[in-house]
Structures are given as C-alpha cells and as structure tokens.
C-alpha cells in the first residue's frame, strides 16, 4: 500500500530503491506518528472535518497501534511502503471509510516531518540525561582523586603538573559547552511543522494552535514553506549537537588509551573491562575505549554528510531529504551507547597514585621552580636563563612542594562552580 496509489504499480526496482531502508527505520518513528495522528484527528474533530465520534474511534484505535509499537509487535511488511501507509491500512480496516480520513488536510511531507521532530526532541532529551549522569561521575571523580598530581603533557612532552582532579572536572566542563549545541538543537526541534502538508498549507480551516499544544511543542514552524525547509535543517542541528558530543568523548578515551599504555601507567581498569590477544596472553587492551573513540570520530562526520545531502536544494520538498533518516537515527543510537559505556566503565576506573616518583617527572617543576626566584625578587627572563642551564648541566633540583590558588587550578579546582554552570 502506497500513500500515493493511484491505481496502478511502479517497477519493482523502483520500488526497492525508492523505500531504501525507510521500513527498518520508520519502527523507530511509528511512536511518533501516531502521538501525531492522534493530535490530527483530534483537531480534524474539534473543526468539524470529522464528526466527534470518528475523531474518537479514531484515537481509540491509534491507541491500540501504539500498545503493539510498544511492545515491539508492531511490523511493517514489504508490502507496505513505509510507517504511515501501514498505520492508516490499520486505521482503515478497523474503522473502514472513518479511518480513510486521517489523511485529511495532511500530506506524507508534514507527517515524516512532525514524527522526527518529535523523535529528536525525545532523544536529545535522552542524550543530555545520559551527558549529566556522566557530569556528575567526572565531578565526583575529580573530588575523590583532586589530591593526586598527574603529569600534564604539551606536545605530547612533560610541561607541567596537572592532577586527576584537573583531568576529570576538564571533561566535565567540556560536557557544558556540548550541552548548549543540544540545547540549541532541541530548541529547533521544539517546533511543530504539522499542517504545512506538502509544504505550502491547506486549504481546510485547520487548527495548528491546538496540535502544536497538544503535541507539547512550545510553538509553531508558521511559514508553511519555511516548516518544510526544516527537513534536513533539524538533522543538521541535531547532527552538531550530538558530533560536539562525541568529541569530547573521543578526546577522553584517546587520553585513557594512553593512560592505560604501560609506558605511562596512569590508570588501569578490572579485566573483564579490557579485552586479551589471540597469542599473547599478557595483553589487556583497551577496546571499549578504541570502539568508543572510533565511533565518535565517525560521528563527528555526520553533519558534514547532511549537509553534502541537503545544501544544494532549493525550497520545497525533494526525495533527497528521505536519506537524511537512515543518516541521524543510528547516529543517535550511537552517542547514547558510547555515552552509557563509558559511563559504566569510568565507574571502576583505578588511579595510580605514585606517578610522580618516577624521576623523569620531576622537569614538571621546572615552572614551579623557576616562578619562586620571580617571587623572591629574580627578573623572569633571568630565573629562566638559569633554569634552563640547571637543567642542561644536570644540576637542576625541583621544588616539589607547589601551591596553586587561582581558580580553575590544581589547588582551587571550582567544582561547584562547575556544577553550578550545569545547572544555570
């Protein structure tokens, strides 16, 4: 069944390459469709379009629909082209001509558009959870080891003394800044397009206060043409959000890869955590946070992909923009799952707390050492000269007993300051 049949069928070439994976994906959407048809026939009632009782045989039936979506009984068949030409046969054969009439004053454009709208609003939500969850482990992980110093490294050379505390509560500082792109996302997706129809309104009397309210958007997408424009452009959004994401993640599981490396040995993680090798039997890798950064780094390509897809198209709708689905929704699934593991694998993380022992680490005080002759009264560019010909002569002695007090430092890391920003 084809929401367009006009009595005769198209090649079945056509047909497999036009559908694609649209099946597949639209039982993730169905959810949606429905909580967006039950909106319709609501309204459809309240304007007298349908008559009191069809609009309420109808969401009755939708109802039932959406038990089936839920319990993950709810198929759609090769014979059925995609979500809502399955969801309107049921409607039809339960309910006969009534159920015929939820496609009034609605096209297939307005109806893709309002089920990803509200499909994004629900896993952007999702996804700043899982991010706060996450926020809150860093933080109480960078409380829990903010004593412990951790070599802080520029160029991939020992510079200067950084700390567990530092490293933790970096990752969670950087999750705020991510959480205002899928803020910023979110509140794109918060918008209802429903009643734009094929991009340029309907000629029916229809009530879009009443859906957008009844859907739980905070307003409308007024201009039916601009509504239809957001095809693409929430995906986008979304995709920026999600990829800023997903850099942090991916930066954090390159630094635990290392960390995890015997030359450095900062960190170690349980066994059943890490992973061994076919032929040698010491090695425990660090496979989940290899996957984690591979995925993100592939992640981080999505809004490029969507834009490859969309920025040549002119307004109006275009069967290019169906591609943009199979796109954002794995990449969906993909950052909450790197976000749940890494979350459930930073939980028994094990912080080596003797680092600094080794003496190669003892030029991260060269600073430290070099900033007290500037406090006791030695002209910077001269403490510098002489430290650098300490350290090339062998004779330098660090001073280890280091006070840092500014904010954001080792010594006054800000958490709840940090917190606090979170919760603004």
Excluded at 50 to 60: F, H, N, R, Y
Excluded at 87 to 110: C, P, Q, V, Y
């Amino acid at each position: 069944m084809k929401l367009w049949d006009k009595g005769f069928s198209t090649d079945k070439k056509i047909d497999h390459f036009t559908v694609g994976n649209d099946r597949e994906l639209d039982l993730l959407l169905a959810k949606y469709d429905v909580i967006a048809s039950k909106a319709h026939a609501k309204m459809l009632g309240k304007i007298g379009l349908i008559t009191a009782q069809e609009a309420e045989s109808l969401v009755k039936e939708l109802n039932e629909i959406a038990k089936t979506i839920e319990k993950g009984t709810f198929v759609i068949e090769d014979s059925f082209e995609d979500m809502h030409s399955k969801i309107e046969f049921i409607l039809t054969e339960k309910l006969g001509d009534t159920g015929k009439k939820i496609h009034t004053a609605r096209s297939r454009n307005d109806q893709v558009l309002v089920a990803m709208h509200l499909y994004l609003k629900d896993e952007l939500q999702e996804i700043k959870s899982e991010v706060k969850v996450l926020f809150d482990l860093l933080l109480n992980l960078a409380e829990k080891y903010k004593g412990v110093l951790l070599p802080g490294y520029t160029h991939l050379q020992i510079a200067m003394p950084s700390s567990f505390g530092l490293w933790f509560s970096a990752y969670a500082e950087s999750l705020i800044d991510d959480l205002y792109f899928v803020d910023a996302a979110y509140k794109i997706a918060d918008q209802n397009p429903l009643g734009s129809a094929a991009g340029y309104g309907s000629s029916f009397p229809i009530d879009r206060d009443f859906t957008t309210k009844k859907m739980g958007f905070a307003t409308q997408k007024y201009n039916v043409v601009a509504a239809q424009m957001s095809r693409g452009k929430v995906e986008k959004a979304t995709a920026f959000g999600i990829s800023n994401v997903a850099a942090t993640l991916s930066k954090m599981a390159m630094d635990i890869c290392l960390y995890m490396s015997q030359n450095f040995n900062f960190i170690s993680f349980p066994d059943e955590l890490t992973t061994g090798s076919s032929i040698m039997p010491h090695k425990k890798n660090p496979d989940v946070f290899e996957l984690i950064r591979g995925k993100c780094n592939k992640l981080q390509a999505i809004p490029n992909q969507l834009i490859l897809i969309t920025n040549n198209l002119p307004s109006g709708y275009h069967r290019d923009l169906q591609l943009v689905k199979e796109v954002i929704i794995p990449a969906m699934q993909d950052i909450k799952a790197c976000l749940e593991i890494l979350t459930f694998s930073l939980k028994e993380v094990r912080v080596n707390e003797t680092i600094l022992e080794d003496p190669k680490y003892d030029y991260l005080f060269s600073v430290d050492t070099l900033n007290e002759l500037v406090l006791n009264g030695v002209p910077f560019r001269d403490a510098y000269k002489k430290m650098g010909k300490e350290i090339n002569e062998g004779t330098f002695a660090p001073k280890k007993d280091i006070k840092y007090t500014h904010q954001g430092s080792l010594g006054n890391l800000c958490l709840q300051e940090i917190r606090n920003k979170l919760i603004d």
